[in-house]
């Protein structure tokens, strides 16, 4: 059991000191990933980012994935049965939502390209690993030279499934019974926006690359 984020960071850390003062980038997830992320990046002594991506829903059923956008990337499903004005525009539409997020947690920080470099995408645990899948794949067209998905917890379906796409899975703890991330945390309370930008903040004064 995980005492909190940072607690589940420090643990998950061990596993990842073979990536230290790696020449690469750490992306969490918001908002639950960034304060786990946050001691691993200190000790690894790389820089810590986000990673933004949000899916694009079918027309008639929004919940229903057809792709995915991020800032610098996107994926389309083959069979999308959308019309290229639909998606065009749910393009735009998401890019600006995300676009505001960014500015909110990282500022007028430039986000770092991430071709040719180790990424180290951080959560606070997975259930199913669907959400991460079109992260992953996102990233993965951007050509890092690896591609590291680390969690504290996850459950063995995720697990499988994520290693299955990425370079190198690294977890904590994957418990024989799961039913959902926040069960192996004492405390999991919902992180703020404010909290979020806080650790982002310390992060980048303390990077030496910043300097």
Request: charged content about 25%; some cysteine; proline content about 6%.
């Amino acid at each position: 059991m995980f005492q909190d984020r940072m607690d589940a960071g420090l643990a998950l850390s061990r596993h990842l000191l073979h990536y230290k003062r790696v020449d690469g980038v750490m992306l969490a997830v918001p908002r639950g990933g960034i304060p786990v992320a946050f001691p691993i990046a200190r000790i690894l002594e790389i820089p810590l980012e986000i990673i933004l991506s949000k899916k694009i829903g079918h027309p008639l059923h929004k919940e229903y994935a057809i792709g995915a956008v991020s800032l610098t990337g996107r994926i389309i499903a083959p069979n999308a049965m959308a019309s290229d004005e639909y998606i065009q525009q749910e393009i735009i539409n998401i890019r600006k939502q995300l676009r505001e997020m960014y500015i909110k947690y990282m500022g007028d920080k430039k986000p770092t390209p991430v071709k040719d470099k180790v990424v180290i995408v951080v959560d606070d645990g997975v259930a199913t690993g669907n959400t991460l899948l079109s992260t992953i794949e996102i990233i993965r067209n951007e050509r890092p030279r690896k591609l590291v998905v680390a969690v504290p917890v996850a459950s063995r379906q995720a697990a499988k499934k994520l290693s299955e796409v990425c370079d190198e899975f690294v977890c904590a703890w994957i418990p024989s019974e799961f039913h959902s991330v926040g069960e192996f945390y004492l405390d999991f309370t919902q992180v703020t926006d404010e909290e979020v930008v806080s650790i982002l903040e310390m992060r980048v004064k303390e990077d030496p690359g910043n300097e």
